[in-house]
């Protein structure tokens, strides 16, 4: 499919700050007009900034109002904004689990449902952003990764009924990626540091476009990730659950 990405719509939430942010700059370089969500005002240029709140239907439906009146369709629905929640299972709080979904899970099933129609219209792309959280289990991160493999199959079986609109979804797992997410995230705990130095966010952002490009149906980042991440799962769970266990002060 040819794509005219001079004049393509990309609206995409959480741009404030970390990969949304970086989002927003790498799809407006590439000629995109960018219709920026998030509560706090980024310091980024946008070609329109809604200040709103994900979880709330009536600002999702003010989202859209204003982006048909700029726009008229959308090319590009980058459901983005999220957060982490760090506790065993045992520590969480009914409160925060729901917070969590609501904010991880809820809110981009009803931005994709909210946006469809503007979505149809151009025969665009939905790319939810998941997690490497969501293909395999962290502990004091279990409801975090509850809420990301959600949002994989939420993206794997919305791929196939919306199919017949010509509309796509990409899903896109990235494992740990330096944004300060952790700082902001629920949850009492804080992450052990891990090994290895972080990727950053403007290479993730990169990766996202050329797979949004080349129409791929799903991506890890970085790309080596997801065998790792078979391995692990696969091949050798008890050890991976002895040493992270011990990293997490479980054991
Ligand atoms: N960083 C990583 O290592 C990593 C790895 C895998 C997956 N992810 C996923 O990538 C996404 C972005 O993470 P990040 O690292 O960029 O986090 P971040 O730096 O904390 O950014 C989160 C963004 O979401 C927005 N947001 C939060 N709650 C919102 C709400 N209720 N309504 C609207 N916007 C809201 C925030 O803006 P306001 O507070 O201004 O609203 C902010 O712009 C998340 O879904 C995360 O789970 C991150």
Redesign the pocket.
Known sequence: MKRNSKTSVAVI??????????LAQCFHHNGFRVVG??????DIDLDLWVC?????PE?RARAVRETEAFAGSVDVLI??????LYDTWEESSMEELKALF???FF?VAGMTQAFLPLLKRSRGTVIN?????GRIWVFCMGA?CAS?AA?SMFSNSLRGEVARYGVRVLDV?????????????FGHRSPPDSPGR?AG?EDFAKAVYRAWKRGRKSMTYPGWLGAALFAVRYFVPGIYNHFSLKMWGLK
């Open positions: 939430t959480g741009v404030s700050s970390g990969l949304g942010r970086a969500i998030s509560r706090s005002q980024p709103a709140d994900v979880t709330n600002d459901n983005n904004a999220g957060k982490g609501e904010l991880n809110a952003i998941s997690s490497a959280a975090y990301k949002v797992s990235p494992g740990q990626i330096n944004t300060g997410f952790s700082s902001r995230s972080s966010p």
